[in-house]
């Protein structure tokens, strides 16, 4: 069979379905195997040996009980800037570039705020520099 596209998402022809699945924004490995289960499709097939039926029941499946890709997408964002109007802790953290979910910040959130290293004497001078 040709590519298999659900949801606007090409998914890979070589890996298993149930390992498919979860590249659609929206649909984890649970929900993949939920999914599966609920169309009757064997989780070990490839995706390149699904027939065209299948992939029908795994499509429609999916457009009817998830929210996926550009709608979820879109849910998300409006759910964070609805936060960072009212002005809750979590909207703050989101405007000041923070973790938002209660991770310690002292040490580690790196990739949150950026790579910003600033350690206690990266600025010394060396002792045998004049001052």
Known sequence: MALVRIAGVTLPQQKRIEAALPYIFGVGWPGSKRILAAVKVDPNKR?????????????????????VEGALRQQ???????????????????IR?????????????????????KTAGSGRKSSAEKT
């Not at 759910?79 to 953290?93: D, M, P, T, W």
């Not at 209660?102 to 790579?115: A, L, P, Y």
């Open 47 to 67: 995706t390149s040996e699904l027939s065209e039926p299948e992939v029908a029941r795994i499509r429609e499946f999916i457009e009817k009980n998830y929210t």
């Open 76 to 94: 998300v964002s409006s759910n964070i800037k609805l936060q960072k109007e009212i002005g809750s802790y979590v909207g703050i953290r989101h």
């Open 97 to 117: 570039g923070l973790p938002v979910r209660g991770q310690r910040t002292k040490t580690n959130s790196r990739t949150r705020r950026g790579n910003v290293r």
